[in-house]
T-cell receptor, first 113, second 118 residues
Framework: AQSVAQPEDQVNVAEGNPLTVKCTYS??????LFWYVQYPNRGLQFLLK??????LVKGSYGFEAEFNKSQTSFHLKKPSALVSDSALYFC???????????FGPGTRLSVLP | GAVVSQHPSWVICKSGTSVKIECRSL??????MFWYRQFPKQSLMLMAT?????????EQGVEKDKFLINHASLTLSTLTVTSAHPEDSSFYIC??????????????FGQGTRLTVV
C-alpha cells in the first residue's frame, strides 16, 4: 500500500531564509511524487512533480524538490521564503497505473516577516 | 495548467435537505474525477472515484446512498449530499484528471466547497 508521511505539522521560517518541508513515501514500484499547496478555503494548487529524470525538480513560485530514492524522500525547498508562501503544503504519491493520489497529512508553513 | 471549476464555493443548508456540488473541467476531458472531504487542519480524505459513464467507486466507510456521485460527461461530475446533517459540514474538494499517460500524471483541483449544515 502507498503511504506518505510529512513529519512536521508546522514549519516556521523567517522571510528571506531558506525553507524545507519534508516528505517521505512508501510505494511499490516507481513513484510519481507531487507537491500541492492550499491557501485558506481554497482547493489545491499544483507546485511540482517528479516522474523520472533529474532528481532535482523545479516548480512554480521558485519551489523545488529533491527526489532521493535511497531515503524515499521528496523534500520541498525554496532558497528564500516569502510571507506569501505561508500556506498548507501537501505531498502526494501515485504509482504509474494507480487511479488515486495518496496525500500526506499536510504541513503548515508560516513565514514570519 | 488545466482548470477545474467547482460550484458553489460555499453553501449553507438546513438539516434534512439535499445539496448538489458541481465540478467541471473547463479545458480538458476529465476521464476520472475524485471527490475528497477535508476536515479542519486535516488532510484530504478520498470519498470516491468516478470514471465517465460508470458508477462511482466509493472508499470504505463512505455511504454511497448519502453521497451521490454522477459523472455523466467528460467535463462534469456532481456530488449530492442527501438528507444533510450537521456532521456533514465540511470542505469538499473535487479533482479531475485526463487520460493517463506518462506526461499526464497530475490531477487538477477545484477551489473547494464549504458546506455548512444548520
Amino acid at each position: 500500500a502507498q503511504s506518505v508521511a510529512q513529519p512536521e505539522d508546522q514549519v516556521n521560517v523567517a522571510e528571506g531564509n531558506p525553507l524545507t518541508v519534508k516528505c517521505t513515501y512508501s510505494v511499490s514500484g516507481n513513484p510519481y511524487l507531487f507537491w500541492y499547496v492550499q491557501y485558506p478555503n481554497r482547493g489545491l494548487q499544483f507546485l511540482l512533480k517528479y516522474i523520472t529524470g533529474d532528481n532535482l525538480v523545479k516548480g512554480s513560485y521558485g519551489f523545488e524538490a529533491e527526489f532521493n530514492k535511497s531515503q524515499t524522500s521528496f523534500h520541498l525547498k525554496k532558497p528564500s521564503a516569502l510571507v506569501s508562501d505561508s500556506a498548507l503544503y501537501f505531498c502526494a504519491v501515485r504509482d504509474l497505473y494507480g487511479q488515486n493520489f495518496v496525500f500526506g497529512p499536510g504541513t503548515r508553513l508560516s513565514v514570519l516577516p | 495548467g488545466a482548470v477545474v471549476s467547482q460550484h458553489p464555493s460555499w453553501v449553507i443548508c438546513k438539516s434534512g435537505t439535499s445539496v448538489k456540488i458541481e465540478c467541471r473541467s473547463l479545458d480538458f476531458q476529465a476521464t476520472t474525477m475524485f471527490w475528497y472531504r477535508q476536515f479542519p487542519k486535516q488532510s484530504l480524505m478520498l470519498m470516491a472515484t468516478s470514471n465517465e459513464g460508470s458508477k462511482a467507486t466509493y472508499e470504505q466507510g463512505v455511504e454511497k446512498d448519502k453521497f451521490l456521485i454522477n459523472h455523466a460527461s467528460l467535463t462534469l461530475s456532481t456530488l449530492t449530499v442527501t438528507s444533510a446533517h450537521p456532521e456533514d459540514s465540511s470542505f469538499y474538494i473535487c479533482s479531475a484528471r485526463g487520460k493517463i499517460s506518462v506526461k499526464n500524471t497530475e490531477a487538477f483541483f477545484g477551489q473547494g466547497t464549504r458546506l455548512t449544515v444548520v
